[in-house]
């Protein structure tokens, strides 16, 4: 059997699915992986696929890129509420016939005995939030704006230092989240924090922060996903490496 070019493989990149998906495709003859990050943070774990940062453009420069690069398929594993960039490529690989795979973990579950007020968006969970309130946002620098004049006392983690002018009276905390509930529960006391402000982001690394305020009996307010789910959507980086095997199988 003639030996087949390698099928070029456009990874949308910002998860932990995305990272464990790149380290499967490593040495697979039959991939070669661009990964394409927007440089949420200042640092960025190492990938085995060549690296691409910055935007493409809005859909008209995605489909530009995708044509001139001659990507064969698409796995957007963006955040799950990377809700513009994933209708970009949605548009972009329909307009194109390229096949997407759409890889978004699973969301958070509400313990049965936690405080969960569900919010729609930033706005209304700052509208949710009570003004005497001690809040510990966790968020990310980019969704904060909702909360620029909120009365009540702002907790802020963050993996780098703030810009001037965002949310000047918050008190914020530079670095990781924590690894284990019972760091979390302690960081909530020590802080006197009285509600917890999160998007349903899924996944075991923000995980301790939930359970931390749920053990604490700490009123959630939990920022619903955006709606749009793709038609071709899985919930694992082994379910998309499968997906990519059919794929490769179908050349």
Same mark, same amino acid.
């Given at each position: ?62 489909? =530009?890129? *995708? &044509? !001139?690069? @001659? ?10 509420? #990377? %809700? ?101 529960? =302690?960081? *909530? &006391? !020590?802080? @006197? ?10 996944? #075991? %690394? ?46």
């Amino acid at each position: 059997m003639p030996n087949r070019p390698a099928l070029k493989i456009l990874l949308l990149a910002g998860t932990a699915e995305a990272a464990s998906l790149d380290a499967a495709l490593s040495g697979d003859p039959r991939f070669q992986v661009t990964v394409a990050l927007a440089g949420v943070t200042a640092s960025a774990r190492p990938f085995h696929g060549a690296v691409r940062r910055g935007g493409f453009g809005g859909t008209e420069g995605l489909m =530009a890129y *995708l &044509r !001139d690069a @001659g990507i064969d398929l698409v796995i957007n594993a963006t955040h799950p509420f #990377a %809700a513009r960039m994933t209708e970009q490529v949605r548009a972009a690989t329909a307009a194109l016939a390229v096949p997407m795979l759409r890889l978004c973990r699973m969301a958070w579950q509400r313990p049965d005995n936690a405080e969960w007020s569900s919010a729609d968006d930033l706005p209304h969970a700052a509208a949710l939030l009570p003004p005497d309130s001690v809040a510990f946002l966790a968020l990310g620098q980019r969704h904060l704006a909702a909360f620029q004049d909120h009365p009540a006392r702002l907790i802020v983690r963050s993996i780098d230092p703030p810009p001037p002018g965002l949310l000047p009276a918050a008190h914020w905390i530079i670095g990781a989240p924590g690894q284990t509930v019972d760091v979390e529960v =302690a960081l *909530l &006391r !020590d802080l @006197g924090v009285t509600h917890l402000v999160a998007r349903n982001s899924g996944g #075991a %690394a923000g995980w301790p922060k939930i359970a931390a305020a749920t053990r604490l009996e700490l009123p959630v307010i939990m920022i619903s996903r955006p709606g749009g789910a793709s038609s071709e959507m899985v919930t694992t980086a082994s379910n998309a490496l499968a997906w990519l095997h059919q794929q490769a199988a179908r050349q």
